[in-house]
C-alpha cells in the first residue's frame, strides 16, 4: 500500500530546516519529515557512466543531419577545389591533392552543420512532448495524512517552499523509500489538496 507524500522546494537547507521545525510544532512527527538534495536534470546518475538517460532525445536524429552533411559538403568541397584547380591552373598532382583536400574539407565541415541543425530541433521537439521535471534543490517531504495533507501545504508555503508536489510513495523509517527524481512531479494545487477535515 503506498502512501500520500507532500513535498516542496527550498533554495537552501535552513530554509528546509526552519520548515520542518515549524510542521513539528504542528503535530507532524518527526519520522514522517525528511529533508534533501535534488541533484539538477541530468545529474543524477542513473547510469554507471552518468546521466539519466541512455541517449539524448535530441541527438537521435543528428546522425541523418550528419549524412545529408557529408553528401553536400563534399559536393560543395569538390565545386570549390575544382574552381581553385581552374583558377590557379595547378600542376596534376597539386590538383588532385587540392581537389581531395577540399572535397574531404567540405564533407567535414558539412557533417557538423547537418548534425548541429538536427540536434537542435529534435531538442526542441524533445522538450515540447516531455513532462515537467523536476528542479535541484533542497526537498522537504513529509508522509501525511489526509487530514493534514492542507495544513502541511500551507506551512510549506509560509516557509517560502517552491514547487510544492504530492505522490504516492513507500515511506520507510523516516524517509521517502522509493524517490525518483526522475519521475515529473504533481504540484499540489490549492484545489487539488485534500480538504482539512
Same mark, same amino acid.
Given at each position: 500500500?503506498?502512501?500520500?507524500?507532500? &513535498?516542496?522546494?527550498?533554495?537552501?537547507?535552513?530554509?528546509?530546516?526552519?520548515?520542518?521545525?515549524? #510542521?513539528?510544532?504542528?503535530?507532524?512527527?518527526?519520522? @514522517?519529515?525528511?529533508?534533501?538534495?535534488?541533484?539538477?536534470?541530468?545529474? +543524477?546518475?542513473?547510469?554507471?557512466?552518468?546521466?539519466?538517460?541512455?541517449?539524448?532525445? =535530441?541527438?537521435?536524429?543528428?546522425?541523418?543531419?550528419?549524412?545529408?552533411?557529408? *553528401?553536400?559538403?563534399?559536393?560543395?568541397? %569538390?565545386?570549390?577545389?575544382?574552381? #581553385?584547380?581552374?583558377? #590557379?591552373?595547378?600542376?596534376?598532382?597539386?590538383?588532385?591533392?587540392? *581537389?581531395?583536400?577540399?572535397?574531404?574539407?567540405?564533407?567535414?565541415?558539412?557533417?557538423?552543420?547537418?548534425? *548541429?541543425?538536427?540536434?537542435?530541433?529534435?531538442?526542441?521537439? %524533445?522538450?515540447?512532448?516531455?513532462?515537467?521535471?523536476?528542479?535541484?534543490?533542497? *526537498?522537504?517531504? %513529509? +508522509?501525511?495524512?489526509?487530514?493534514?495533507? =492542507?495544513?502541511?501545504? !500551507?506551512?510549506?508555503?509560509?516557509?517560502?517552499?517552491? @514547487?510544492?508536489?504530492?505522490?504516492?510513495? +513507500?515511506?520507510?523509517?523516516?524517509?521517502? &523509500?522509493?524517490? !525518483?527524481? #526522475? %519521475?515529473?512531479?504533481?504540484?499540489?494545487?490549492?484545489?487539488?489538496?485534500?480538504?482539512?477535515?
Amino acid at each position: 500500500m503506498s502512501d500520500a507524500i507532500i &513535498a516542496g522546494r527550498f533554495d537552501s537547507f535552513a530554509k528546509a530546516e526552519t520548515t520542518a521545525s515549524r #510542521l513539528r510544532a504542528q503535530g507532524v512527527a518527526e519520522e @514522517d519529515l525528511s529533508v534533501f538534495y535534488v541533484n539538477p536534470p541530468g545529474q +543524477h546518475a542513473t547510469y554507471p557512466i552518468g546521466g539519466d538517460t541512455a541517449v539524448d532525445p =535530441g541527438a537521435r536524429r543528428s546522425g541523418l543531419g550528419a549524412i545529408t552533411g557529408v *553528401l553536400l559538403g563534399a559536393i560543395g568541397g %569538390a565545386v570549390i577545389g575544382a574552381a #581553385l584547380v581552374t583558377i #590557379l591552373t595547378l600542376s596534376p598532382p597539386v590538383s588532385l591533392f587540392v *581537389l581531395v583536400f577540399s572535397t574531404g574539407l567540405g564533407a567535414y565541415a558539412g557533417s557538423l552543420v547537418g548534425a *548541429l541543425s538536427l540536434t537542435r530541433s529534435g531538442r526542441a521537439e %524533445a522538450r515540447g512532448g516531455r513532462s515537467p521535471v523536476r528542479n535541484a534543490g533542497v *526537498l522537504l517531504a %513529509a +508522509h501525511v495524512e489526509p487530514g493534514n495533507a =492542507g495544513l502541511v501545504c !500551507d506551512v510549506l508555503r509560509k516557509g517560502g517552499a517552491r @514547487d510544492i508536489e504530492r505522490a504516492q510513495g +513507500h515511506w520507510r523509517e523516516g524517509r521517502w &523509500a522509493d524517490f !525518483d527524481p #526522475l %519521475a515529473p512531479p504533481v504540484p499540489a494545487g490549492r484545489e487539488g489538496e485534500p480538504s482539512r477535515a
